[in-house]
């Protein structure tokens, strides 16, 4: 009898239709049939993404499109650029390191956003730097990092600009070509509401002529195989076609809705969570938070582990614990695809009744209240009911 | 109105059962719930492979898993046998290539059987190969290898045995340990009755020495990796879990019928299919025949792509067509996984009825008896009134 409410930044809950997809016969891939869903799945992408690349769709997680983007770019003994705020910029390095590419590291601690003249100077010293490697929203940190501006120093330089949007596309606003992002890489659990086991990269001309130049390290994951695919419109290898099916329903609904008003809503789903958690008295982790997932510190004297126990076994409200350095330290509350402003009333009621039971001095619905202010508040933003 | 029949080497229908598992809601990975399906997906995997060794699960095709099975184990610089016989076979050396490995290739003509003795000699001669790449059965050819004959030879040297069953583990006998295979590759499309987009080694301990004493040219591959997160179960990167759980209703299906039966079973539907061709006058491709598919040459005068649209605008059947240097030359016709008796008669039956449209002389029904026939002949075979 007991509802589970998935809120984690991945994989987050599916859309009704998408879910029915999944369920449907296998249809071969090899088809006209299955051609027309990868059409219309690459074209939702691209419209998602704000772009006119190549979009390419990988049977695999998020990783696996990451390990492309490092060892289909960066060449072997040569040197890039790693931007590195938490658990998942990090793997930008251990890919790197992995395919024998030489690594300068700007580090910042866990929860500061990157600073862009940081990042010129970087490409000043390193002009022979093949790649920058960044992070949109840092999924263990909830950080959502300035790429527009990374993007604007970057363009003046020769280094292809590859961005981790894993967690950060289809939630807060990334104008892929505007901002000049080469190559960016996509999950399809997020914000995309998909199942996972699908990945993509978005490729400019750009990051294309480095991939021709370069002796490429792959052969799953070799993008030229994809690209000459891209005619079928096919993929190189058997795709997890019941996920392209069902990710083909996320997208539409997405596109229904309209990517900019999918970003504004997020917006105020984002500040509603933070104010609330605020006035229940906790520290946030980010800075410059992401719109798609909140990271905070859990309050003094809480054990964690209980209090996320208890969540989950009452209440049926799953949340993402901390990883890293915050392990233990801070719980993340996503707040993309398919979350709407009541799933996050009734998470900070779970959270106040929870807190009161552990016996925090909270008061009960002073959470709740200052999430519905920010929702009252923001008169244009789409809610449920409309 | 018109009934789908899926009769290609993969990806294969699915069981209801596995079909309704993948509409579930989605559920965290990180999460005893999913920890106890993955556990009991592992667990089955090993009965269906007759195996004790280590079992890891990939989110990818098998293409995926068997570049794993190149960049983990065979030293760049070194030297590897492979064994050639077709497009999957041919993927072992192309992988290898990639990787800058030396290949040492026993080529075989297309539908030929390899021979032991062969790889006898080739050992003799590089006995400082690192590893032999072979094929259980050869998808592109339809011929299933006498994997336990060159296991007997391999063993008498260093080298690990490294076997692609994507295609036919789960139809045909394979006693992975008995037969000395030090790694197995196996997809989840074709045999095993799961949806496209998982992938599977069983390691031995003498292929993880190995693995563990080579540089690694693999991240998302990583094999150290997927065998640390066993403990959990887990995966090291997020795994699609709706295949997971999918998959664990199709191998409860596979275990409740005995891999021996299904074994049996197969060999009655191989027999059928290929006497009942055979009395229609066609030629068959594969001299050694694999019990998961058989591959036919399409009669003088009959244009092979207007007879495989016929099948499938008539009847809905979807066969697949040759490839490589047998393209437009043949067609396959599965029997593996959820395809009973009765699917091969209503093929076959298809198959004589586009074949009178098409002008050729052929006796209506002839074809169907031939497969009743070694049906009736069979008693031991469970049937689908079982």
């Known amino acids: 009898m007991q509802k589970y409410r998935l809120l984690t930044p991945g994989p987050t809950p599916l859309p009704e239709n998408a879910r029915m997809a999944l369920?449907?016969?296998?249809?071969?891939?090899?088809?006209?049939?299955?051609?027309?869903?990868?059409?219309?799945?690459?074209?939702?992408?691209?419209?998602?993404?704000?772009?006119?690349?190549?979009?390419?769709?990988?049977?695999?997680?998020?990783?696996?499109a990451m390990e492309a983007a490092v060892s289909n770019l960066a060449p072997r003994d040569g040197k890039v650029i790693v931007l590195e705020s938490g658990k998942f910029s990090e793997r930008w390095r251990k890919l790197c390191e992995k395919f024998g590419i030489e690594v300068v590291r700007y580090e910042v601690p866990w929860g500061q956003p990157f600073d862009s003249a940081k990042v010129a100077q970087l490409l000043q010293t390193h002009p022979d730097a093949a790649c920058v490697y960044a992070t949109l929203s840092e999924t263990s940190t909830a950080v959502g990092h300035d790429i527009e501006a990374i993007g604007r120093v970057v363009r003046q330089?020769?280094?292809?600009?590859?961005?981790?949007?894993?967690?950060?596309?289809?939630?807060?606003?990334?104008?892929?070509?505007?901002?000049?992002?080469?190559?960016l890489v996509v999950g399809s659990q997020k914000a995309l509401m998909g199942p996972p086991g699908l990945a993509f990269l978005a490729i400019s001309p750009a990051a294309w002529r480095q991939i021709e130049s370069i002796d490429r390290q792959a052969f799953y994951f070799d993008l030229i195989s994809y690209r000459n695919a891209l005619k079928g419109p096919d993929t190189p290898f058997t795709p997890a076609e019941p996920l392209v099916v069902a990710l083909a329903e996320s997208l539409k609904a997405i596109c229904d809705q309209g990517i900019e008003n999918v970003w504004r809503r997020a917006k105020v789903l984002a500040q509603a969570t933070r104010e609330s958690l605020l006035t229940l008295g906790m520290k946030l982790l980010a800075e410059r938070p992401s719109d798609g997932l909140t990271a905070a510190f859990f309050p003094d004297g809480i054990d964690g582990r209980i209090f996320l126990e208890k969540l989950e076994r009452k209440f049926g409200i799953k949340l993402a614990a901390g990883q890293g350095p915050v392990k233990g330290k801070i719980f993340r509350i996503a707040h993309m695809g398919m979350v709407d402003e009541l799933d996050i009333i009734a998470a900070i009621a779970a959270i106040e009744l929870v807190l009161v039971e552990m016996g925090q001095s909270v008061t009960l619905g002073a959470g709740v209240t200052a999430a519905e202010r920010v929702i009252a508040n923001d008169a244009r933003v789409p809610t449920s009911m409309d």
């Open 23 to 64: 369920g449907c016969e296998i249809i071969h891939h090899r088809t006209s049939k299955f051609r027309s869903v990868l059409a219309d799945v690459l074209d939702r992408l691209k419209y998602v993404f704000v772009t006119k690349n190549d979009v390419l769709v990988f049977t695999s997680s998020g990783t696996g």
């Open 157 to 183: 330089h020769d280094a292809v600009f590859v961005v981790d949007g894993i967690s950060g596309v289809g939630v807060m606003e990334c104008q892929t070509d505007d901002w000049g992002i080469d190559v």
